[in-house]
């Protein structure tokens, strides 16, 4: 499919989505099949050649949406609301198109800022404290996961690390089993089901809040917990310092966006480097330091000159010793002229640096 | 928004996305900016009062696209290639209208069959070993994970759990943490570093295998160190009973599409499971059990006429040890029309609970 034909495809796929829209309340909220419906009314293979695409809109009606549970359907009561909104479906297209993956600020700072900001922008409509805004110099602030249940499993990891690391640093014969033996996560006996998933994952006990006549935990039953649990020996390490809500349920943001603040980004960054000593070297993640010699610096020369005149962009990877630029074919539309350009550019950029080693 | 403005803004999008992608190579693939370059062209705060839509859009074109690292341009050749095409970004409009959460069968029925049909075509095309396949009995089969990174969580997670399971089957007075601190788990000293991190989250040892000149693992590395660890008493535990790659990469499924395998499915589905007993007894998941008396009873009969009439949709839940019908306002468009219906609709089915219950 090339573009003139998104063009016609994507105005008919709209017209598509608003007409499902404005018409789900005559379809039946929960679908009449039984399990394994799907797997007769199609080929057991993948076909050999290309369908049209008419007959791929068509089997939507016929296979897909007989199945379907109707969850934006007035008629939907169950599970919760899943936010959806038409300016968050143009919002997820644009995203589509960009197709960036920000995992880090380099691989594309529109993201990191922008999300950075949102969540403050976010953080001060629920008067959030202070202290979980990320600002221009604060060492809290937000961060968006996929569910809440990811929310709470990284926060309980980063909790992990952070006590593990304290206890070590002062009784450093004592290992991480040993430690994690006696941590003790706690929460409400009416929790979600994840909380209970986050302490099986992270190897923790998770003690579980009994919970009042009206199903709300109460301080003095945690604090008596508490007091129980360290009398045992337990260490209790899992604490409210950080908060979670999903804009995907509350605020019309398409799944998925569940929205995280702590208030030290470094407890969770930090709980996942895996040399916490790199991050005082550098604020970016090049993954360079500035101790090579030789060939090395010579690659990382070039790579400084590849990436500031921005005809191309690369990054580098270590090979044992060695730093290495990296040479990828990635998007769909290379042609070999693309590749030629690049690789007389390097190699101009490649004689400049050799020219400037032998002056 | 409206679906009438949606439809026009939709199609403006549409138009936008492939302006975008049929003109990205003349954008500059690296931007331009400094760390915190975007934060100062942005208000500190959301608006009080609504901003016009072409305000927004154009806000993409002067604040978004000069920090954005062009992916998809032909001259970007760092990291990896992203996959990205039309007819997927056409895909993804579906599902975001259809917009459920498929995290159970009954939850949208579509959803998990045609993930599994769609990941048995791939594995055939893949010409994986049949006891991946879940096919109409099999164990095996594949799930779509959001990244290569989560199923190598997920793995050695399953793997973790399974090991603990049988060695404490075995000796009953083993912890937990006893048996984790011995248990080992192997990659090649060149993999992504995930698999370290895997390592690290779920609180095991991860040994990296040393590569030879050609980087590449060999088995007689991995054996030998498979057998001085036994003989120091430790557990070696994660190994290939699964397989994964990522078609956000390679097959122009737009991020995130990462398909994983595995050879029994209950490795996965039992290891994150809170009540393994709970399987035996339902293969759905409405969380009930058929052992209820009074008005329990009452309230199972009652859901189950009005999720068979279909004209809404509840799901239970459990508040200690009742069966409470939960009714969520969901949908953005319920008036309380909808919610009138639908309580003289419960109100007429529970008058029939009722009456047959003196029956």
Redesign the interface.
Known sequence: ???????R???E??????D???G??GR??????E?????PL?P???PQEPEAFEDIIND?EK????????????????????????????A???C??????GFS??????CT??E??MM???G??LQLPEAFLAG?AGEGGGVIQ?SASEATLVAL?AARTKVIRQLQAQSPEL????I??KLVAYSSDQAH?SV??AG????VKLKAIPSDGK?AMRASALQEALEQDKAAGLIPFFFADSFNFNPHKWL?V??DCSAMWGKKRTDLTGA?K?DPVYLKHS??DSGLITDYRGSNQLNEALLQRI?SA??????PCH?RDKIVL??????????SA?VQ??WEHIKELAGDVLRVEKE
């Not at 499919?1 to 063009?7: D, G, K, T």
């Not at 600020?105 to 529109?110: F, G």
């Not at 921005?310 to 990054?315: G, R, S």
């Open positions: 499919m090339n573009a003139s034909e998104f063009r495809r994507g105005k796929m709209v017209d598509y989505v608003a499902y829209l404005e789900i309340e039946p909220v929960y679908p009449d099949v399990p394994g419906y799907l797997r199609i057991t293979a993948a939507i296979i897909i949406m007989p199945g379907v549970t109707h969850w934006h359907s007035p008629y939907f009561f169950a599970y919760f609301p899943t936010a959806s909104s038409y300016p968050a479906m143009l997820d297209m644009l589509g198109a960009i197709g960036c993956i600020w380099a691989a594309s700072p529109a800022e922008l950075t900001v403050d922008w976010l001060k409509m221009k996929g990891l290992t991480q089993a040993a994690m033996e089901s209970e998933r099986l994952i992270g190897g199903f019309l398409n799944f996942f895996l604020h970016q990436n921005k005809k191309i962009h690369l990054v090979l990296r040479f990828a074919v990635c998007a769909r539309t290379v042609e693309h350009f690049a």
